[in-house]
């Protein structure tokens, strides 16, 4: 297996093509009215995990390509804060967001220069392979958590 084959892989993977959804389609259609739902039997809402994936994400990113990186506090620098309402701006700066760094991580990915094997220089011995790995685990996860609850509150166009 070859280098370029590995990051094809990653991109597909990052994109969430093959068996998982996209971000964009998960989203697509989504009513503004309902953005500050609470799932059921849950403490936060359909912007609260959009923006968690997007603070998330952006922090492997910075991660991988910050001189300055500083880790994160768990969870309060992951989630916001659990009684803020987003309005319809802040849902899609929160989707923006999400976007412009997914494809800062999908151009890494597939940066011939950026040994996947190698480690980060700002980590503890994490390489760059398991982070883009952590970066897609953790998006789709979250994503289809977002289309469930899409699913089960009905949420979805007809």
């Given at each position: 297996m070859n280098d370029a084959f590995i990051r094809e892989q990653l991109v597909c993977f990052?994109?969430?093509?093959?068996?998982h959804m996209s971000f964009e389609d998960a989203v697509k259609g989504f009513p503004m009215e309902h953005i500050n739902d609470v799932f059921p039997n849950g403490d936060y809402t359909f912007w609260h995990l959009l923006e968690h994936i997007r603070r998330t994400q952006h922090a492997t990113l910075d991660f991988?390509?910050?001189?300055?990186y500083q880790e994160p506090e768990w969870p309060k620098d992951y989630w916001p804060e659990k009684d803020?309402?987003?309005?319809?701006?802040?849902?899609?700066?929160?989707i923006e967001g999400f976007e412009?760094?997914?494809?800062?991580?999908?151009?890494?990915?597939?940066?011939s220069h950026i040994d996947l094997y190698a480690k980060v220089p700002n980590g503890t011995g994490q390489i760059f392979l398991r982070e883009f790995m952590l970066a897609f685990d953790h998006n789709t996860y979250h994503i289809g958590e977002f289309a469930i609850m899409r699913q089960v509150l009905k949420l979805w166009p007809e």
């Open positions: 990052l994109k969430g093509q093959e068996a991988l390509i910050s001189t300055q803020k309402m987003a309005s319809v701006a802040e849902w899609e700066k929160t412009i760094d997914l494809k800062a991580l999908i151009a890494l990915a597939k940066d």
